[in-house]
């Protein structure tokens, strides 16, 4: 039986390896927030994630006072999961419990006694999954070699990427049997309404039937 060519297996790992090698860092996420503004931003976050964070207001340019804002960080039935008043510069770090969408939100804060505030610019970092763990401290805890340290990320981020679409497949897979039920629930009302049609078709026979030979229209 002849052996498949030397090259192949590399071609089939390919893909696989040039994804998990191109997956950087995320980026912070900076904006301006206007005073007396409200923004907040989303994100779906599958159930028992770590998820870490750090954030920063910077002051308005050309005034004197301090940056203003508060931070909230909740779940979509409002469970607070992290707040903070006045916030400057600070971290956070929660797990999920459940597959959700979570929401931080920054509120600006005027201070008493002044105007229109300016902008101040929002600086966020979150991170999640194999993103949000410390490497280094796993390095420095299980005594691992820079190359094992890079394994040992690629194999986490191997097993999130088949996590994702582990998901992806159930998700589709329910969607597959709400879309079947649908269709047999419309084929079963589809039966039930033909038969309605024509039960009330040979009523109106024998109704009009009846009704004629009482007028000795017909006999």
């Not at 050309?62 to 400057?88: F, V």
């Not at 201070?111 to 763990?133: S, W």
Request: aromatic fraction near 8%; glycine fraction near 6%.
């Amino acid at each position: 039986m002849p052996l498949p060519p030397p090259g192949r297996p590399r071609l089939r790992l390919a893909p696989l390896l040039a994804l998990l090698l191109l997956a950087g860092p995320a980026r912070p996420i900076s904006f301006q927030l206007p005073g007396k503004a409200r923004k907040c931003l989303r994100e779906e976050i599958h159930r028992d994630t770590l998820v870490t964070g750090e954030y920063e207001i910077g002051a308005p340019p050309g005034s004197s006072s301090g940056p203003s804002a508060n931070l909230k960080i909740t779940d979509s039935a409002g469970h607070i999961l992290y707040a903070k008043e006045d916030a400057t510069k600070g971290k956070f770090a929660f797990t999920t419990e459940d597959y959700d969408m979570f929401e931080a939100c920054f509120e600006s804060k005027l201070p008493v006694g002044t105007g229109r505030m300016p902008d101040q610019l929002v600086i966020l970092d979150m991170k999640h999954g194999v993103e949000a763990k410390n490497y280094e401290e796993i390095a420095k805890v299980e005594k691992l070699k820079p190359l094992e340290v890079e394994l040992r990320r690629l194999e986490d981020l191997s097993e999130s990427i088949v996590n994702d679409f582990a998901y992806m497949k159930k998700r589709e897979e329910e969607m597959r049997d709400t879309n079947e039920s649908t269709n047999t629930r419309v084929l079963y009302f589809s039966i039930f309404s033909m038969c309605c049609l024509i039960g009330l078709a040979t009523w109106q026979v024998f109704y009009l039937r009846r009704f004629f030979k009482a007028k000795k229209l017909i006999e």
